[in-house]
């Protein structure tokens, strides 16, 4: 939802109806005569159906780009439509340079006025979002010269995500947007975020060699969010509403907003009186219009809601982030579970077979406590994507050594047991042994690899953390290779045997053969 000075009204476009269906129906609405009318479109190409895409309104026309489809296709097209004859216009770039098809993403229109001729220029911002990865980078579109412009960082540069909320401003010539929340999900960074970020693009106007700079405005102070709502009051403040906290964080109140006016941050919590939308919807819409914020609650059906800023508020306090906890305790527990607890019970397993009978009672207790840990590390995944999809390898690759860690303990518990000491084994135990030892095995191939990526997104490559596993993983696989060359995979050596074979000290513990009584031990000597 935009709002047009110029014709009193505000302005909403596209979204989706209570089926879930996206639209690309226009209407008007009007606080003088408090009603809704809708914007006929003219003869022509109409912009497809979507939602989550980028819009602004400056004068009487209003400016899009991008969005998803019903069927998942994202887009990277740029429309104008003039609201008093709604005639839509689509806006072909002339130059190779275009942005990737995303949605989700941070953006706005602004005008700037040419000193030369007075004549004003409209400019589309886009940063971020998302179509089969995120992104991170940002642009302009000359709507006078129908081109877009990659604008080059000189600084740190905000994760890549999506479902922000995002707002434009223009002083003099300098463009900022601001970016808040926003899912990073599948280890590009917290989802939802906390983060509050500002860009700042000087000298929009002349499209040359366009440089711009990230400042993070606030680190945790406002509760972490995907989707909210977000537009700019005078050119000078932005004001931030709702969005989808997930279970881990904390919501925001009723009747609440954030504020970012220049560097300060705060929240503001208006006193329930008379008619107050009830909840902080994902899918809301906010604009401001006549010295009033403007709100339609997703969750409302088609209520509108008006506040005036500058009535009576109280101000909350900031928050703590807990989301890098969380992600911490996720790379800790999978870390101890699939970087190390698994990993020693498949290697007892398979070479401790010397070991009767503790070798069978230890490798039990460390996969059964591996994957207890490795639970509860997917829990508190599942939890921090929120609504979010898992979109890297790492998020693929945890699905699947989840589903085969607990599948290794169910088979494991109703596993076929052999039926005599002395006797052959049945084909439905000869089964089970090629499952669960091949399974187990690609399993843990898959789990030994994924904390590398896991620690990559948590803390880098360079970091003590990716140094320690990487020692602990080569140290794994020189052991597993030198006893493998041995012989000894899965033989039932003596003590002294192993000793002789590989030249160095082995524990004897027991060297009794004799099968367990669940079968699973066996004398290949």
């Not at 400056?58 to 008093?84: C, H, M, P």
């Not at 994902?282 to 500058?310: F, H, I, K, R, V």
């Not at 101000?315 to 989301?323: K, Q």
């Not at 607890?341 to 398979?350: D, M, N, S």
Request: one cysteine or more; hydrophobic letters at 40%.
């Amino acid at each position: 939802m935009g709002a047009s000075e110029s014709l009193g009204s505000l302005v909403l476009f596209g979204g989706r109806n209570d089926g879930g269906t996206p639209m690309n129906d226009l209407w008007l609405f009007s606080p003088s005569t408090v009603g809704w009318s809708r914007v006929i479109p003219a003869v022509g190409d109409l912009p497809q159906p979507r939602f989550s895409f980028n819009a602004g309104v400056v004068g009487d026309t209003l400016y899009i780009f991008g969005g998803e489809l019903q069927n998942k296709d994202r887009l990277n097209d740029v429309w104008s439509a003039n609201l008093s004859t709604g005639v839509w216009t689509l806006h072909t770039p002339l130059t190779d340079m275009v942005p990737q098809a995303r949605y989700g993403a941070a953006g706005g229109t602004v005008s700037i006025p040419d000193p030369t001729t007075n004549i004003s220029e409209v400019f589309l911002i886009v940063s971020h979002g998302f179509d089969t990865e995120r992104f991170d980078d940002s642009f302009v579109f000359s709507f006078s010269t129908s081109a877009w412009t990659q604008v080059s960082i000189d600084s740190d540069i905000p994760f890549a995500r999506c479902l922000v909320s995002s707002s434009t401003a223009i002083t003099e010539n300098t463009v900022t947007l601001a970016m808040m929340g926003g899912c990073g999900s599948g280890g590009y960074g917290p989802c939802p975020s906390s983060q509050l970020y500002t860009l700042s693009i000087p000298n929009v106007g002349s499209q040359v060699g366009l440089t711009g700079s990230w400042v993070l405005e606030s680190e945790s102070c406002l509760n972490a969010r995907n989707y909210g709502v977000m537009t700019t009051v005078n050119q000078s403040i932005f004001v931030q509403y709702g969005g989808a906290g997930g279970v881990l964080v904390k919501q925001d109140q009723v009747g609440q907003v954030n504020i970012l006016n220049g560097n300060s941050v705060s929240q503001r919590i208006y006193p329930q009186g008379g008619e107050q939308p009830t909840g902080t919807s994902s899918a809301s819409s906010m604009a401001y219009l006549q010295g009033l914020l403007w709100l339609l609650p997703g969750t409302d059906g088609a209520e509108l809601y008006s506040l005036d800023l500058a009535s009576p508020f109280t101000l909350g306090s900031c928050n703590s982030d807990p989301i890098p906890a969380w992600r911490t305790a996720h790379g800790v527990l999978m870390a101890l579970s699939w970087g190390f607890l698994l990993p020693i019970g498949v290697f007892i397993a398979r070479f401790g077979r010397h070991w009767n009978p503790r070798w069978f009672k230890l490798h039990r207790g460390f996969q059964m406590f591996g994957v207890l840990l490795m639970t509860f590390g997917f829990v508190i995944a599942i939890l921090m994507v929120s609504t979010a999809k898992f979109g890297t390898i790492h998020a693929y690759i945890g699905i699947i050594v989840t589903f085969f860690g607990l599948s290794q303990i169910l088979n494991g518990l109703f596993r076929p047991h052999v039926t005599a000491d002395d006797g052959p084994k049945s084909k439905q135990r000869i089964i089970w042994e090629y499952f669960h030892k091949y399974c187990g095995r690609l399993a843990l191939v898959l789990g030994l690899i994924n904390p590398f990526w896991g620690i990559i997104y948590l803390s880098g490559s360079s970091s003590a953390g990716f140094i320690v596993y990487s020692v602990w993983f080569s140290l794994y696989v020189v052991a597993w290779t030198i006893l493998t060359m041995s012989g000894l995979p899965e033989r039932s050596y003596s003590s002294s045997v192993i000793q002789k074979k590989i030249g160095c000290f082995v524990p004897k513990l027991n060297d009794s053969f004799e099968r367990n009584k669940d079968g699973d031990h066996i004398e290949m000597s």
